[in-house]
């Protein structure tokens, strides 16, 4: 839900991803393409200057920015005919893009036969009825067939994925990994037109400002000549490629790396692998630092501080009693997170920078988790050696709203209650275990729901 990425390259995910539920791709959310021989990027690869900040990936998490406003039909329905408004809407947005200087013939010929597309409104507004377990999530992310995949695709196409890696400072086993997550190495990318997608959720109102932009930005990749309109396919969000760029994201980060003028992220595997490095690099990648590692935690350990915004040295941590769960010395991190995806009982991580690097590209602590053990396990590297606790049943979302009503009521203020869980749901669960004394991780059970709902 890679949230998407804006590359060069071929495409195929519509999170993670993956970056990502609202990705094309199942997981997430972030990729059956010809892929083109690989070629060497050094020398022959350009991007456009980036902004100074990294945008996010996914488009589960739209910017906020709306340069543009178009005329502000009301919230569409899906089952409801909305050729006539559609019509309107795009006609007054063709005055707006030709006024951003997109060229006439664009307009006309792109923008202006551009269609509704009710599918694209009711899988923006689905919302899936049970939340996913994290072990669940890594069981498809991290399977054995993508990971052997992920070997193979590392393989064929060693000489555009170590260029891209000895360019940006990224190992070649996280861009493949980012590549699997997100399209599943490019068999998934996609198969809407991302200019009628947009438009669709530009017109329908719920992201309307966010879809806008995205629009915009679409038409200008393809005024730029980077692809043809009827080659810019992806997911129905609007993350495009391999990797499951956004439109703007592409045109801040997309990188030629093959050197035939184009950044094409649907068809050129240099051109995707260079973008995917290129946009982790800019989004604070430290080359030679590892994302970090699976942890013991000491028995004394307080489960609150299990959190990505508590950090500290990895010496502080060793002090602490945290060790590597094989015995192996820790990676030596500035500013490393223990994070416990499925709480006391489930296995521990310490992460550090790269970690949080790869949650530029997909807002989720489990779709990082799930890029950092592909590219580990590509590499050649063992899987997790915690057992995960499987005994454990996922909640609904209707239930993990009951659950948020419930701590509200007795004073664990756990935000809004909307069945998403999220940092204040989380901290007020956590009060609410301290109140009973048990282990505070914040992690929902159907326990802790029926002692909330008891008398």
Not at 139 to 153: E, H, K, N, T
Not at 167 to 196: H, L, Q
Request: hydrophobic share 45%; charged share 15%.
């Amino acid at each position: 839900m890679p949230s998407f990425i804006a590359s060069p390259c071929s495409l195929g995910r519509a999170p993670a991803l993956p970056v990502a539920a609202s990705r094309a791709h199942a997981p997430t959310g972030v990729a059956g393409v010809a892929l083109a021989a690989a070629l060497a990027l050094a020398g022959c690869a350009s991007a456009p200057s980036p902004p100074p900040a990294a945008k996010p990936v996914a488009a589960a998490t739209p910017p906020t920015a709306s340069p543009t406003t178009a005329a502000t039909p009301p919230q569409a329905s899906p089952d409801t005919d909305h050729t006539t408004g559609f019509a309107q809407w795009l006609s007054t947005f063709s005055a707006q893009a030709l006024e951003a200087g997109i060229r006439p013939a664009t307009v006309r010929d792109v923008l202006g036969k551009a269609q509704w597309l009710p599918r694209v409104v009711e899988l923006d507004r689905a919302q899936p009825e049970f939340t996913r377990t994290p072990w669940a999530y890594l069981d498809s992310a991290v399977s054995p067939q993508r990971i052997a995949q992920g070997q193979a695709q590392l393989a064929a196409h060693s000489t555009a994925l170590q260029a891209a890696a000895a360019r940006y400072g990224v190992p070649a086993s996280v861009i493949t990994a980012i590549w699997g997550m997100e399209s599943n190495y490019g068999s998934n990318f996609g198969t809407f037109r991302t200019v009628d997608a947009l438009a669709t959720l530009a017109y329908e109102g719920r992201r309307r400002a966010w879809a806008q932009t995205e629009l915009l930005a679409a038409l200008r990749i393809i005024d730029q000549g980077d692809i043809a309109a009827d080659r810019m396919i992806g997911s129905w969000a609007g993350a495009m490629g391999h990797t499951q760029f956004l439109p703007s994201v592409f045109l801040a980060y997309a990188v030629d790396a093959d050197g035939d003028g184009h950044r094409d992220i649907w068809g050129s595997v240099p051109d995707v692998t260079a973008s995917t490095a290129h946009f982790l690099a800019r989004s604070g990648w430290k080359s030679g630092e590892p994302w970090g590692a699976e942890v013991q935690l000491p028995p004394t350990f307080d489960h609150a501080r299990a959190d990505p915004a508590v950090r500290q040295t990895t010496a502080q941590w060793e002090s602490e009693g945290v060790r590597s769960i094989d015995g192996a010395p820790l990676p030596d991190l500035a500013g490393a997170s223990i994070v416990t995806p499925a709480g006391a009982r489930g296995p521990a991580f310490l992460v550090g920078n790269n970690f949080r690097t790869i949650l530029r590209y997909n807002n989720s602590v489990n779709y990082a988790l799930g890029v950092a053990l592909l590219a580990r396990q590509i590499d050649g590297g063992g899987p997790v050696a915690t057992p995960w606790p499987r005994d454990i049943e996922p909640l609904s979302r209707a239930q993990l709203q009951t659950l948020q009503e419930a701590l509200n009521r007795k004073g664990f203020a756990a935000g809004t209650p909307d069945g998403v869980m999220g940092p204040a749901t989380r901290a007020g669960l956590r009060g609410y275990q301290r109140s009973l004394g048990t282990v505070a991780d914040g992690y929902p059970t159907l326990e802790l729901l029926q002692k909330l709902q008891a008398p």
